[in-house]
């Protein structure tokens, strides 16, 4: 067996902790493959919608992600009748995949007062888009931009569990559940 240039792979509580790291460098590092996961919902009618989203925030000991979004887009939509999603994130340098599960809180108005204070206003102009994200326009660029703070909401997701799998020369996949306190268990490739 070749030597893996993660040795972090190798022991789950170091892996476990890797994953944080790579989740939280996302928040703050803009060309971090965690800067834009993909999220995944359940449409009302049952459909699987993905898309790439910005991690705004991620609390390892509260086991919690956060992005932002409009109040009137699909994502917010899909939530309010399945309030769970999933996360996806490729981290191509580190050869690791991480699928999250989580349950989805919808935060809004006062809840969300301080976050969005502390928004750049050249942010905040992507929540309050007229018509509403996802409306038929007639043109490319038949919209208007205007920051509404009645349209901004942060998902907060809850993260049930994680799956890492490292593609090294010894493939490596790991679950870590919130309901056995992270502990993590080894599964096959």
Known sequence: MKAD????????????????TRLMRGVHDRHAPARHPTLATVTPDGRP????V?????DKAAGS???????RSAKVRDVRITPFAAV????????????????VTLLTGPDVTAIWARLPAASRLSYGTTPAPGQRIAQALDYEKVADPKSFV??????????????GPNHRRALFDRGDNWAGTWLAP
């Open 49 to 52: 919608q993905a898309r790439t």
């Open 154 to 167: 942060v998902l907060r997701l809850a993260v049930a569990n994680i799956e890492a799998l490292h593609l």
């Open 88 to 103: 996806h994130v490729w981290d191509a340098s580190a050869h690791l995949q991480l699928r999250l599960e989580a349950h």
């Open 5 to 20: 240039p993660h040795p972090w792979a190798c022991d789950l509580s170091q892996l476990h902790a890797e994953v944080w």
């Open 65 to 71: 992600l956060d992005i932002h979004t409009d109040l």
């Open 54 to 58: 910005v991690l705004r925030a991620a």
